[in-house]
């Protein structure tokens, strides 16, 4: 279970998400939170996020400078 909460997550933060085609593989891919699309306080998988690349996919890591 993935124990970041929605709370810990900004607009503008550096995360780590895994995307919806990489699951299976667990690969990450590195961006800018630019909207948190998750609506409830925590989720088993990750929060969801949209990157300013426009990704989509949940947060397993922050990366918080």
């Known amino acids: 279970m993935n124990n970041i909460k929605r709370a ?4 503008g933060d550096q995360v ?3 995307l919806k085609k990489d699951q ?5 891919t590195e ?3 630019k909207e948190i699309l998750t609506k409830s306080a925590a989720h088993p998988h ?3 996020v949209r ?4 990704q989509i ?3 397993k890591e922050l990366l918080k400078t």
């Open 8 to 11: 810990d997550i900004k607009k």
């Open 16 to 18: 780590r998400i895994v």
């Open 24 to 28: 299976r593989t667990n690969k990450l």
């Open 31 to 33: 961006g800018v939170v």
């Open 46 to 48: 990750g929060i969801k």
């Open 51 to 54: 990157l300013e690349n426009g």
């Open 57 to 59: 996919g949940r947060v």
